[in-house]
């Protein structure tokens, strides 16, 4: 069976309704254009991405307000935090807030189970049309924009729009019909992660990274008293944690840490979840006439925490650099070229080293030195959070580390 082609296209069509997607279709219907949002699955209140640690980015937060958000800040919904590092050289907290006077900043715990939902509630809220349980099969470009074949419970159809927007997540189908395949970078760890009762977190909420030789132990406060509990280890380590073991293992390792709280109370919700592959992935940010937001574009090392952040922020990044451009004429390529660059100088810098930390043989030596230098000064240990936070640039960070650890080197001695 095929539908016609409606008489009147869309403005942009994005496929895939995750966070970019529905980030992206939120930001471009708030400029007055007609969006619809594809995905194969059916988008109903129950389904959320279920694979994901849900830490906010600092960074990312104030795009949730932009996107009629507001109220997920609230109690009910979230907890507002701060991470704190506990590192080979002492810990890592910075003053005050995550950017001098800025007091309102902060990271958010926001489940993707309030997220997802809340997020394609805004967009029908905002007038974005949904296509689910629709797959987009093929796309075919001319002189006024963009044929998209589709096929879906219904049957086939076939819908026009001038712009679109590949969201549809880390195995792209779009990335492999338009030919942007991912450069790939490994990762050495692995990951399990669970929600737990009955554990007493800080009572300032503050989220808690506790590096461990090579791994990195997190603990996220959540609403209701609930905690979420990640380890990011060495695949060595836990590949033989199994069967009815597993969650002993799992948390016997983290009453090991001294920094972490007493796991004596900790009941599971339920089963651990995790992976034990996950290697970073890079697309291009556009090909030809169609740009790549979310997983889409980058999907990289978990131990980050930036998935959300980055999705969030580089839906927001597409849409800005379209704000007052129309869909025709060289108005496009402008908006296109504006978001290359855009993503380029905001997002790609963080991912060299994000790609670099997933590699775990450092040495260290240099890594206590390091730490020894961020946790001794506050100013440091504060743009530390910031960078880790995605607010500051690894570039100006290192610059600043440096410039500290050669003064601590050639400070006098006291006698």
């Known amino acids: 069976m095929s539908t016609p082609i409606p008489a009147e296209p869309v403005d942009v069509a994005v496929v895939g309704a995750s966070i970019a997607g529905c980030a992206a279709a939120i930001r471009f219907r708030q400029q007055g254009r007609r969006v619809a949002i594809f995905d194969k699955k059916a ?91 629709t797959s987009v099969e093929k796309l075919e470009e001319d002189d006024s924009g963009w044929l998209l074949h589709t096929h879906g419970e219904a049957g086939s159809g076939r819908f026009r729009a001038r712009l679109v927007v590949a969201a549809d997540g880390r195995r792209s189908r779009l990335a492999k019909e338009l030919g942007n395949p991912a450069e790939t970078h490994p990762n050495e760890r692995s990951a399990l992660f669970g929600y737990f009762t009955g554990i007493t977190t800080r009572p300032d909420n503050r989220s808690v990274f506790i590096m461990n030789e090579k791994d990195l132990a997190c603990v996220y406060p959540l609403p209701g008293g609930r905690t979420q509990l990640v380890l990011f280890a060495e695949k060595s380590r836990v590949e033989g ?89 060289a108005d496009p390529a402008a908006g296109l070229a504006e978001y290359r660059q855009r993503l380029e100088d905001v997002i790609l810098p963080h991912a060299e080293g994000i790609c670099v930390d997933s590699l775990v043989e450092k040495n260290e030596v240099s890594r206590q030195r390091m730490f020894r230098t961020i946790s001794g000064n506050p100013e440091l240990s504060q743009q530390y959070l910031a960078l880790t936070g995605r607010m500051l640039l690894p570039g100006e960070f290192q610059r600043m580390l440096m410039r500290a650890m050669m003064t601590r080197r050639t400070a006098p001695l006291k006698l």
């Open 43 to 133: 988008m109903d209140d129950r389904f959320y991405k279920r694979l994901c640690t849900h830490f906010i980015q600092p960074h990312a937060v104030p795009v949730l307000a932009e996107l009629g958000l507001a109220h997920l800040h609230e109690p009910a919904w979230s907890v507002p935090t701060k991470a704190v590092f506990v590192t080979p050289g002492g810990l890592v907290e910075g003053p005050g807030n995550y950017l001098p006077g800025d007091q309102d900043l902060y990271a958010l715990n926001l489940e993707r189970r309030v997220l997802d939902p809340a997020l394609r509630a805004a967009a029908r809220e905002q007038g974005v049309r949904f296509v689910d349980a």
């Open 241 to 329: 944690w199994s069967g009815d073991d597993k969650v002993r293992r799992f948390l016997d390792y983290f009453d090991s840490l001294p920094d972490a709280p007493s796991m004596a109370g900790a009941v599971l919700e339920d089963g651990l979840l995790g992976y034990t592959d996950y290697p970073s992935q890079i697309r291009k940010p556009v090909v030809g006439s169609v740009p790549f937001v979310g997983d889409a574009a980058l999907s990289l090392d978990p131990m980050s925490g930036v998935g959300c952040g980055f999705a969030l922020t580089s839906a927001d990044l597409l849409a800005r650099s379209f704000d007052g451009r129309s869909l025709a004429g």
